[in-house]
């Protein structure tokens, strides 16, 4: 008797240990790491220029982004502008094959499934806000026709292979 008592006991400290470990890794996962990014107001977003090589702010509104020190590809970021996606695509350069990065169910302005599936149709366009802004990562900003834009960090191919540990080719930038 007093063994099945011991067993039960056992079983229902393991199931117990088990949700609570669960739990707080789905909490760290979703929400600890993350924080809110404070608007500059100036320079939130760029996209880089067709002739200049370089990140260039264009016009902006209502900027939302949130962040995370555990890793460089976390970051997220909502905002509007009035600019047509006409005169961007003729302005900056365009990010070829770009797929937005799921952001956690909280941050409710960036649905990276309806992100894609405009890319995917052609209501939307992206493009390269910088490269390598951190090693490897690159940052880019997709904008659809109603002037809905989106940021996220995309893993470039120096990044596929510095973190694969393939070698790194002639056309990768020296890591700092």
Known sequence: MAQNI???????FIVVTALIAGGLLYYMQVYAYYYDVTATGTDDVQLTGKVSG???TILYEDFRAIDAASS???YRACFTTPTGLDQLRDTYATYPGAEP???PSWFDCFDAEAIGDDLAAGRAL???SQRNISYGIDRVV???QDGHGYVWHEINECGDKAYDGTPLGVDCPARD
């Open 101 to 103: 990065r799921i952001a």
């Open 72 to 74: 460089p590809i976390r």
């Open 142 to 144: 997709a904008v659809t």
């Open 126 to 128: 992206a493009f390269t």
């Open 6 to 12: 011991t067993g039960k006991i056992l079983v229902a």
């Open 54 to 56: 370089l990140p260039e």
